[in-house]
């Protein structure tokens, strides 16, 4: 007898799966269940309260900056070592938290089964386990604030010696248990936790990306967001080794006296920026392809058109992901390294923007001829290719340029040119999945109108926020800097007003997510109830189900017949061809 | 209103001059890119037959104007590599022939500069030293011996563009030539601890009889 791979599955989902169907209780749901759009969820949730932590410092240190002598409300007065701990874990929570969480394991979790017409992960358990090491990475991120020695105040970059102590090698540890319980130790196994997760995370989706696609889906035929994260996982799995074995050198470094870093005894700091950066470049990378994925799979759909060249895109992706593992010291141009070699970096750096460029001009070519929707996930899609490729992508060629990267370095123009191309892509990505997918997750819609007042604040203000900076970092504003009122240079009208509107604007900018925040849980509990399941006229197979789609996700398994973005077509009366019909 | 700082070194209209050629490329191409995204947006796209939106077979032509753009970028992008290489080969790969020569050490929380003694040369036991204030000749290649002692700390003289950062056991050694007399900051532009904030410098660019006025008032104390 023939077993057609459908039957395998239902026999798997009806016989062996731990999962049954009936309903869980809170419990049950929210810490044991083994769904992947549950732990999603938690995930979700988790990585919420991390956000509200993390934009909660970024009010604090902001306040600070544009009037340094009052006292911050909710907070007091921001002393010197306040301020480098608060900056410091904005950007590890920011970073490591929001960016790789959201987009990795949010995304991934909820989208990839059902995209690709499975039932859950290949291993959901590991699914499982890989949530409860990410709660374990935050309960030890947020208990490194408490500390009897303070949060950890080193940068993000966390460059020894000064991630050793606040003194360096120097700091005077009296014991054991002194040096464990600092942030220092305790930010480093945050991370490791962390770390850990997305690695779990990223080979269940690799592997049921491979093994459980729908019958009929060969690989050019998966939707691109299943592709990015993919490829962001693998290039994660690729460049993290490099920071662990770092990390843990560090590590040893602060709690069993070794001296890895240490110059005097025979080791160099230069080797934990090569690690890091070996990571941290390819870590932008990781966090801007899943976002590239959600905005096509929005564009596509809002403008009724297949998605211009979905191989050049996929080959042009691939190729940058490689190109993304030679440029890390251009973050490193006047650290130290043999000025010769920068130059080969700055040639790969700006090298690297050209299939940047390809990727967006033929999101750009998707708009063209479409038959536009300009609703709000293609608002927020449009709103993030617009600032990342207007601002923060061609200002990364000013920090490329190796020559004009001596004097921008470590100043402000670097904080805005990260703002500008991970908000854009990271904030506005996760909205714009969020406002498209959320009536499939939760069945029931979110408020247009609200929506709307939330992406014109959030857009405005965002600007409002990011681009002053620019002008302070032209203007030789250093970064990290707790008091600025010492630099005669840096007080010259207008600069001091430039750092109150930045102010103001990123005041005014993290108020207005309250409004998103509320709509969301309104919405997730009375909000209206979804009228169709197939809202936007989807192709995918993530809309060809119930919304929110049952324990197992489809009623009958799918089988694919047709690429994700066969709108238009000429042979057929509707405007769109789900993947699952004939 | 001045974006930059006044330039006060040789090389930094240089620095300055490929700022404003990159403005101006991506000025162009951003004008572009907004028609490009406007376009669509602003007109609807209206009456389109369904090839002209599912675009295979003749309407596929647009890709080659894709290839195009990345074409012009890549042109831009070699361009600016192009003008920018001699200028990072003379400020940070040579050393023209040395005038005056000091030590720039940054520790937790303050710049040490060390000047040669009155045998003219560095590193002998009558160098002479000076705390968070830096004397230099106007016109003089000077080269620096860039060191730290605890810490990464950064050298950053944002009037002469010049940055470098400094790690302990290391000597990195470069080159300024300041051309204009003044006091300016040389601010610590990594992060280093608690006392960041406050670790700054001036620099005083004397002319030339001042600066050995200067260096042997140094030498009396």
Redesign the interface.
């Known amino acids: 007898m023939k077993i057609t791979r459908n039957k395998w599955q239902n026999f798997i989902k009806n016989n062996l799966t731990m999962n049954t169907h009936k309903k869980h209780g809170f419990w049950h749901r929210y810490f044991f269940s083994l769904d992947h759009k549950d732990i999603g969820f938690q995930y979700m949730l988790t990585i919420f309260v991390m956000v509200s932590i993390g934009g909660f410092f970024a009010y604090v240190f902001r306040m600070h900056l544009a009037y340094p002598e009052m006292e911050v409300p909710l907070f007091g007065l921001v002393t010197?070592?306040d301020?480098?701990m608060l900056i410091t874990n904005h950007g590890l929570i920011m970073m490591m938290w929001l960016a790789l969480g959201m987009l990795l394991a949010v995304a991934g979790n909820y989208l990839i089964p059902i995209m690709i017409g499975t039932d859950d992960m290949a291993f959901p358990k590991l699914n499982k386990l890989s949530y409860w090491f990410f709660l374990i990475s935050v309960i030890l991120m947020i208990s490194s604030f408490f500390m009897k020695r303070g949060g950890f105040?080193?940068?993000w970059t966390m460059?020894p010696?000064?991630s050793v102590g606040?003194?360096?090698?120097?700091t005077a540890y009296t014991s054991f248990k002194d040096r464990f319980f600092t942030a220092n130790t305790f930010v480093l196994l945050a991370i490791t936790f962390e770390f850990i997760a997305l690695l779990m995370g990223g080979i269940n989706f690799f592997v049921t990306t491979l093994n459980k696609r729908a019958k009929g889906m060969t690989l050019t035929k998966m939707p691109m967001i299943v592709w990015m994260i993919n490829i962001a996982s693998v290039l994660f799995m690729f460049s993290v080794g490099p920071l662990i074995a770092g990390a843990f050198m560090l590590l040893l470094d602060i709690n069993a006296g070794t001296g890895f870093y240490d110059?005097?005894r025979g080791g160099?700091?230069?080797l934990w920026e090569h690690l890091f950066w070996f990571f941290g470049h390819p870590e932008v990378y990781v966090i801007l392809l899943p976002p590239l994925g959600i905005i096509a799979e929005i564009i596509s759909t809002n403008s009724?058109?297949?998605l211009?060249?979905y191989k050049?895109i996929l080959n042009l992706t691939l190729i940058a992901a490689i190109l993304s593992m030679m440029v890390w010291a251009h973050h490193q141009f006047?650290?130290?390294i043999d000025?010769?070699a920068?130059?080969i970096f700055?040639?790969f750096t700006?090298?690297i923007?050209?299939p940047f460029?390809?990727i967006i001009?033929?999101y750009?070519?998707t708009?063209?001829?479409?038959?536009?929707k300009?609703n709000l996930p293609m608002k927020w899609a449009?709103g993030a290719?617009?600032l990342f490729?207007?601002i923060g992508g061609?200002t990364g060629?000013?920090l490329g340029?190796?020559?004009?990267d001596?004097?921008a370095?470590?100043?402000s123009f670097v904080v805005a040119h990260f703002h500008y191309t991970l908000f854009p892509t990271v904030i506005f990505g996760s909205f714009a999945a969020f406002y498209y997918w959320f009536g499939k997750f939760s069945g029931r819609e979110l408020n247009k109108f609200w929506g709307n007042v939330h992406f014109w604040l959030t857009f405005i203000f965002f600007n409002g926020f990011a681009f002053p900076l620019f002008?302070l970092g032209?203007?030789?504003q250093?970064?990290?800097?707790?008091?600025y009122r010492?630099?005669?240079?840096l007080m010259q009208d207008?600069l001091p007003l430039y750092r109150q509107i930045a102010t103001i604007s990123a005041v005014i900018l993290i108020l207005s997510q309250f409004i998103f925040i509320f709509n969301f849980f309104w919405s997730l509990k009375r909000g209206k109830k979804v009228t169709s399941d197939n809202p936007w006229e989807s192709n995918t197979l993530e809309w060809q189900t119930a919304s929110p789609p049952p324990h197992g996700n489809f009623a009958v398994y799918p089988e694919v017949h047709h690429g994700p973005y066969e709108?238009?077509?000429?042979d057929r009366e509707d405007?769109f061809l789900p993947q699952n019909k004939k | 209103m001045r974006i930059f700082p006044e330039n006060a070194s040789s090389y930094g209209a240089d620095v300055d001059f490929i700022f404003w050629l990159i403005t101006g490329v991506i000025t162009v191409a951003s004008i572009i890119v907004i028609f490009l995204i406007l376009y669509p947006i602003l007109t609807k796209n209206k009456s389109r037959t369904k090839e002209q939106r599912y675009q295979q077979g003749k309407g596929f032509q647009k890709l080659k104007l894709i290839y195009l753009g990345i074409a012009i970028l890549a042109i831009a992008d070699f361009y600016f590599l192009f003008e920018e290489g001699p200028i990072w080969r003379n400020i940070e790969e040579t050393l023209p022939e040395k005038e005056v020569h000091v030590i720039v050490m940054g520790r937790q929380w303050l710049w040490e500069f060390t000047y040669p003694g009155p045998d003219g040369k560095l590193y002998t036991a009558d160098d002479v030293k000076t705390i968070n204030k830096l004397y230099l000749p106007v016109n003089k290649n000077i080269h620096m011996d860039l060191q730290a002692y605890d810490v990464i700390h950064s050298v950053f003289i944002p009037h002469a563009r010049f940055k470098q950062d400094v790690l302990p056991g290391r000597n990195i050694t470069k080159w300024v030539k300041m051309t204009k007399t003044g006091t300016y900051p040389l601010t610590c532009a990594e992060i280093c601890g608690i006392g960041h904030a406050n670790m700054k410098a001036e620099i005083v660019v004397l002319l030339n009889e001042d600066y050995k006025k200067q260096m042997a008032k140094l030498y009396k104390k």
């Open positions: 010197n070592k301020y480098n105040g080193g940068g460059y010696p000064l606040d003194f360096g090698y120097n110059v005097y160099d700091p230069l009724r058109k297949p211009y060249g050049f006047v650290s130290g000025p010769r920068a130059t700055s040639i700006i090298i923007s050209l460029a390809g001009l033929a750009i070519a708009l063209w001829n479409g038959d536009l300009i449009i290719i617009t490729t207007l061609f060629l000013y340029a190796s020559v004009f001596i004097y370095h470590d100043t002008l032209l203007a030789g250093h970064r990290r800097i707790a008091d010492q630099f005669e240079f207008p709108y238009n077509h000429p405007d």
